[in-house]
């Protein structure tokens, strides 16, 4: 069965620093990842995806992850943060082996960014 | 494109009542998705549809909940009756194949409130 993990609820980090966003999975065979961000009162929105090929990804807003097989893992990073990133951001995997397109999402991880 | 449209924004009802939720995905997409949003489970896909034929309704919690896609422009996800505990919000997903290209493009959702 496939799983995603965020570990964090919570991260803070101060305008203008790095952040990252931790994720991990599991899977039977080889994923698709995926990271959504959610603002107040709003659908989830795209971020970025790693399909296959290279292993950092680039995405929306200056994110990007980076897909590490041997830990499982997807982290988002942002070299760095504005205060109107601060929103829930959501990794989720896809088994490709499985067939069909459901999509397993984690928990969310809130990002607050101070000034 | 004016993106997935639900309908309505917000739902009040009491326990008992039949309740519908609409959404008008983008235009071409082939799949659509209605996930279901509580502090307690998080994001839960609920169903999904390909060329208007439901694939996966695993997600769906009981009998109470029904979903249609009479055609391609339109969804209704149905709950009767329903009670306090599906208090929620509801999103509906739309995305175009699946695969490399499967980005869902999200409602802004319904918030239910079931008293």
């Known amino acids: 069965a496939q799983s995603v993990a965020q570990p964090e609820d919570q991260v803070n980090v101060a305008e203008g620093n790095p952040l990252t966003v931790k994720c991990t999975y599991s899977?039977?065979?080889?994923?698709?990842l995926f990271w959504y961000v959610q603002y107040p009162n709003r659908g989830l929105q795209f971020l970025l995806k790693?399909?296959?090929?290279?292993?950092l990804v680039k995405g929306s807003y200056g994110f990007e992850a980076e897909f590490n097989k041997s830990q499982t893992s997807f982290h988002l990073k942002k070299p760095s943060a504005l205060v109107s990133d601060s929103a829930l951001y959501f990794c989720a995997v896809r088994d490709k082996g499985t067939g069909g397109f459901k999509t397993i999402f984690g928990a969310g991880t809130r990002l607050f960014v101070k000034a | 494109d004016a993106g997935v449209i639900q309908s309505p924004r917000h739902e009040v009802t009491e326990m008992g009542q039949e309740v519908t939720l609409r959404c008008k995905p983008i235009s071409g997409h082939d799949y659509l998705f209605w996930y279901r949003q509580t502090m307690m489970r998080g994001l839960e896909l609920l169903i999904y549809f390909n060329n208007n034929v439901p694939i996966d309704d695993s997600g769906m919690p009981e009998d109470r909940f029904s979903a249609k896609m009479p055609n391609a422009s339109f969804s209704t996800l149905k709950i009767q009756p329903s009670e306090p505990r599906d208090s929620a919000v509801y999103f509906c997903?739309?995305?175009?194949?699946?695969?490399?290209?499967?980005?869902?493009?999200f409602g802004p959702g319904t918030r239910l409130l079931v008293l």
């Open positions: 790693y399909i296959t090929g290279d292993n």
């Open positions: 899977v039977s065979g080889n994923p698709y």
């Open positions: 997903a739309s995305s175009l194949g699946g695969g490399a290209t499967e980005t869902q493009y």
